[in-house]
């Protein structure tokens, strides 16, 4: 049976390989249909769509949304939507906008720590508006500061340690509204990150349900069987779609692979027809 993969990450953000490239990875896993999910940008879906017309893959069109409630950040993926609405690119460019604010600051405390790089050199090694932190991780990397991606968000980049400086983000309820407003539907990316498990991530999917949400991503590279079982009891529970990804960035994140995630990531292409339908039923709404 074929797989699928609604998580994935390009160039157009913070992945290190382009749409068409990413489309190959999939074609040779078995993968028929996908969504490029970039954070904050959807200018990698037409690369996507004219590949997938040569390889015979569906594409589903695909965003992430960064939010947060208090210190938690919570990631808002939107799918089905109509990627070209002219409301929801004036958001992605503010989103895109705050980054540009904080990453500055995220090199000014580098460079207090004496590392020697500049924002001019990470907007070019990046080539793209939406500018994120594995950006810096890659140049440190290639400046031989750190040895790794995750060496970089260990030692100055993760939430606590020296260069890290919290971004200006969206409540979920905006992300998800946004989302909607354009045709998609709105699903909580890597309900692990939520940091809440048992009743307190069931009220806080009620919540989000009661704003919008569509569903939740159950299948993700990092889950555990456990916690894979456990959100979709959740899902059922609720009322909400289900979904699944890799999150595949490419060499900030090596060993998640297109399609199969740690090896062992299975998302199964049934799960697509809901998802479409619950986006018509969006449209029509
Ligand atoms: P930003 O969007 O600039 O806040 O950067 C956050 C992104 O960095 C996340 O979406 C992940 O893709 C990535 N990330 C977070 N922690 C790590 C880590 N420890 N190693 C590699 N990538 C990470
Ligand atoms: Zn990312
Ligand atoms: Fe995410
Ligand atoms: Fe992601």
């Not at 896993?29 to 879906?45: E, F």
């Not at 894979?228 to 959740?234: A, P, R, V």
């Not at 998640?256 to 740690?262: D, M, S, Y």
Request: proline residues 4%; negative net charge.
């Amino acid at each position: 049976m074929s797989r699928i993969d609604l998580h994935l990450h390009t160039t157009h953000s913070d992945g290190s390989f382009s749409a068409a490239e990413v489309l190959r990875f999939a074609h040779k896993a078995g993968v028929t249909a996908l969504a490029i999910t970039d954070h904050d940008i959807v200018s990698g879906i037409p690369e996507a769509i004219a590949t997938g017309a040569e390889l015979g893959i569906e594409i589903i069109p695909g965003v992430e949304i960064s939010s947060c409630v208090g210190k938690t950040e919570l990631h808002i993926l939107g799918y089905c939507m109509d990627w070209q609405d002219p409301e929801l690119s004036r958001r992605l460019a503010t989103l895109r906008a705050s980054r540009h604010t904080r990453n500055p600051q995220i090199i000014e405390r580098l460079r207090s720590l004496g590392l020697d790089i500049t924002y001019e050199e990470v907007r070019t090694l990046a080539g793209t508006d939406s500018v994120g932190r594995p950006h810096i991780a890659r140049l440190l990397i290639e400046k031989k500061y750190v040895t790794s991606a995750k060496d970089a968000f260990d030692r100055y980049l993760s939430e606590g340690r020296p260069a890290y400086v919290a971004r200006e983000l969206p409540q979920p309820a905006d992300a998800i509204a946004w989302i909607r407003a354009a045709g998609g539907v709105a699903v909580l990316a890597h309900p692990t990150w939520a940091k809440v498990s048992g009743e307190g991530l069931n009220t806080l999917l009620a919540t989000l349900k009661a704003e919008g949400l569509g569903g939740i991503e159950v299948h993700y590279s990092t889950h555990s069987k456990r916690q894979t079982t456990e959100y979709l009891d959740l899902a059922k529970r609720l009322d909400l779609l289900v979904t699944g990804g890799s999150d595949f960035h490419g060499i900030t994140k090596p060993d998640i692979e297109v399609g199969t995630g740690l090896g062992d990531l299975k998302v199964s292409e049934k799960l697509l027809d809901p998802l479409k339908k619950a986006a018509l039923l969006a449209h029509h709404s």
